[in-house]
């Protein structure tokens, strides 16, 4: 993958009315989630702008979940609206270098919350990233090759523009290449039939990526052949 460099700053002041004057003066609330993972109850000092929180513990017999044992830091940021174009506005992946307070750390986009009238970016959920531990991430699908059924007159569907991708952040493919050239008129492709070394496809096995659709003109072809 591509890396971005961004700078944030440890966000205090939190809430509706915080948050909208940030976005006011041309910035943009972050929260960095998946750091280091911590005994409850803590008993070291927390940093500005990072706060704990209690991971959900496990379920009992009845159903119920037991007091959790296990707490992850979550920290809060601020970040330029301009400082972040690019990172948005874009179909392509990236690793974050993320720089706060001259401390740097790997993260990636999961998940951005826009405004539903105006398309405002409100709010920007980051998660941190190990040399050690897999992330999942929407990776976008490159269709390459000429599909057989294309060439006999169908017309190749694409119905999923993005996979789900396991894999360590460093191994993570800047797109999903597909080839099609085997793929005959009437046929799909469906994720069950995708195998990639080092990466694990996340959604439905039987979801369908791509498809060669008969047209008009080959079931009118077809249906002349039959004759």
């Known amino acids: 993958m591509k890396t971005f460099n961004l700078t944030a700053e440890p966000r205090t002041a939190l809430g509706k009315k915080a948050t909208k004057a940030l976005r ?16 409850l109850p803590y008993s070291g000092t927390v940093a500005e702008g990072v706060k704990l929180v209690a991971l959900p513990g496990k379920k009992s017999v009845n159903g119920k979940r037991e007091e959790s044992k296990k ?68 990776v976008p699908v490159q269709i390459e090759g000429h599909a057989a059924g294309v060439k006999a007159g169908g017309k190749l569907t694409l119905s999923m523009k993005k996979l789900k991708v396991k894999a360590i952040y460093s191994q993570m493919p800047e797109r999903v290449i597909i080839n099609v050239d085997n793929l005959e008129l009437g046929q799909s492709l469906q994720v069950g039939a995708l195998h990639y070394e080092g990466l694990e496809l996340m959604n439905a096995k039987n979801a369908v990526v791509c498809a060669v659709q008969l047209t008009r003109a080959a079931r009118g072809a077809q249906a002349t052949a039959q004759k």
Not at 98 to 111: P, Q, W
Request: hydrophobic residues 45%.
């Open 24 to 39: 006011k003066e041309g910035l943009v609330p972050v929260v960095l989630n998946g750091g280091e993972v911590v005994d």
């Open 71 to 138: 707490g992850i830091f979550s920290t809060d940021l601020v970040v330029k609206m301009a400082d972040i174009r690019k990172l948005i506005y874009t179909p392509d992946i990236f690793v974050i270098d993320l720089n706060i307070n001259g401390t740097s750390k790997k993260a990636v986009l999961k998940d951005i919350q826009f405004h539903p009238v105006t398309d405002e970016v409100l709010h920007i959920d980051l998660l941190e990233v190990y040399d050690n531990k897999p992330v999942v991430m929407e």
